[in-house]
């Protein structure tokens, strides 16, 4: 085993998430941190937030392994009395440093898209978008198309997904005839609806992804596309952590937990069915 230091550790994570491969928007890497730090125990998250941060310190964590960006657009301060800022500080005071794998852990293969395809059994996985320019060959891409075990219906893959995704207040949502026969299905973790086009090409019977919204969907519909379940964005991703956790646990000497503090921004879910009304 390697000695980890936030160095040694970078190193391999950029080794197996190449930055190259992310897109061109993307800001990935060591967002700060000392390379020479020990690195004895790392948390595993998928927002570097406030409620994650403090986990991390509570933990004793050296490192944090982040999907999303803190910075993707330029900032001019970072300032103690700005959001960021503070979670800037905090870190740096704390001695915990901070590195992002976003669009370049996506389009790897393993990425963000295979742990979210194996929570619903799915296999024989193929890339829904096939990475193009660095990141181009060996099975990489956007989102993955697998087969289920065996047929479900629409309703009945929405409770499969509600059932092996982490839980969430918006749980599962779905787009189609709940009678639908459902077999082969994408899913892209993240927003996905820039692939609805993709999901409609390979003509897959489900496409699973977060942050649909109700005109691109209705009309995806319409034009017969394949059924669509939304899942929350945090959810989506959250499978993710288990795999670089796996991966950190078995190349370097440290312990690694992966945060299940819920980041999804939205907290409450009601339906009609579920109020109790009083006069
Ligand atoms: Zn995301």
New binding site residues.
């Given amino acids: 085993m390697t000695d980890s230091t936030v160095r040694t550790v970078v190193d391999a994570l950029d080794t197996r998430y190449p930055r190259s491969w992310a897109e061109s928007w993307d800001r990935v890497g060591l967002v700060l941190g000392e390379f020479d730090h020990p690195v004895a125990r790392v948390l595993c998250v ?1 927002d570097c937030v406030p409620e994650t941060v403090e986990q991390a310190v509570d933990l004793g964590a050296d490192l944090i392994v982040a ?2 960006p803190l910075f993707l657009k330029p900032v001019s301060s970072i300032a103690p009395d700005t959001f960021k800022g503070r979670i800037v500080h905090r870190l740096i005071r704390a001695g915990v440093a901070l590195y992002t794998a ?1 669009t370049n852990a996506d389009v790897a293969n393993p990425g963000v898209s295979d742990a979210l395809a194996a929570r619903l059994g799915l296999t024989d996985l193929r890339p829904l978008a096939p990475a193009e320019g660095a990141a181009a060959g060996e099975g990489r891409g956007l989102g993955r198309i697998g087969v289920l075990p065996g047929p479900l219906t629409l309703a009945e893959l929405t409770r499969l997904a509600a059932e092996r995704l982490p839980a969430t207040s918006a749980g599962v949502r779905s787009a189609g005839d709940p009678d639908r026969p459902i077999r082969t299905v994408a899913v892209c ?3 996905g609806d820039s692939f609805l086009p993709d999901a409609t090409r390979a003509g897959v019977d489900a496409y699973l992804c ?1 942050d649909l919204r109700h005109h691109p969907v209705s009309e995806h519909l319409a034009a017969g596309g394949p059924a669509l379940l939304d899942v929350a ?1 945090w959810a ?2 959250r499978p993710w952590l288990d795999d670089v956790a796996a991966w950190l646990r078995e190349v370097f000497p440290v312990e690694v937990v992966v945060s299940d503090v819920d980041t999804d921004p939205w907290t409450v879910h009601a339906n009609r069915d579920d109020l109790e009304i009083r006069p």
Wanted: cysteine-free.
């Fill in positions: 998928v999907h999303h976003h973790g993240g927003a977060a964005h989506s991703e």
